[in-house]
């Protein structure tokens, strides 16, 4: 498999998490993401893949997979050991809710386009920019913080092993740290987060500062 991925993406995190959680390997094929002249934004990644987001996965049979939700859940399929779901339909449901909350309803407002836009339709600076970021991510975090806290029902967000909720929540948190946001301000996402940076598979796939 071959990944197309950038270090300080949290979509792209959330993959490699999973791949590590699963103890399988893809080759990282990194692609810029930050400048109006940024790889993902040429025609030549975007023959690959035509969003022009990262990351995408290229499986070991050619076929190009997009959108880090889908392929967290391919991997899980095709290596079911240990599984990234619940065993319960409900749990399951609240699993991908979680992870929706925060992929296309916080993340989906940050990534380094948006930005652009901003600042070329609306002629928003770097610090209005992080204004819009902070909004956002305090917004959808103290939403995901209700939601974890009404049906919390163990040690991580959804049971008492991390799964697809987690890989979502801690690309997600780390990166609202940087923001200067304190995790105690959310107590439940605070202390999943801290249970989280004690296995390696989510501590060495963080995602990376921005330089």
């Not at 070991?60 to 997979?65: A, E, H």
């Not at 925060?102 to 386009?113: D, N, S, V």
């Not at 209700?146 to 049906?151: H, K, L």
Request: hydrophobic residues 45%; without cysteine; charged residues 20%.
């Amino acid at each position: 498999m071959k990944l197309y991925q950038n270090e300080i993406s949290s979509a792209t995190s959330r993959v490699r998490i999973a791949l590590a959680l699963k103890g399988l390997t893809a080759e990282a094929l990194p692609v810029s993401i930050l400048g109006e002249d940024a790889e993902s934004r040429q025609a030549g990644y975007r023959s690959v893949n035509p969003q022009g987001l990262v990351p995408a996965l290229l499986t070991d049979s050619g076929v190009l997979l997009t959108q880090s939700l889908a392929i967290v859940e391919y991997l899980d399929e095709i290596q079911p050991e240990p599984p990234l779901l619940p065993d319960t339909a409900e749990g399951r449901a609240q699993a991908r809710s979680i992870a929706l909350a925060i992929a296309a309803e916080i993340h989906a407002l940050l990534p380094p386009r948006i930005g652009l836009h901003l600042g070329k339709v609306f002629q928003a600076d770097a610090d209005a920019i992080t204004a819009w970021n902070r909004h956002w991510v305090g917004e959808g975090m103290a939403a995901v913080e209700t939601m974890i806290a009404g049906r919390r029902p163990g040690a991580f967000a959804v049971g008492d092993q991390p799964g697809i909720a987690e890989i979502f929540l801690f690309p997600q948190a780390i990166s609202a740290r940087r923001l200067g946001f304190d995790l105690a301000s959310w107590p439940n996402i605070a202390e999943i987060v801290a249970r989280l940076e004690g296995i390696p598979a989510f501590q060495e796939n963080a995602p990376a500062p921005r330089r």
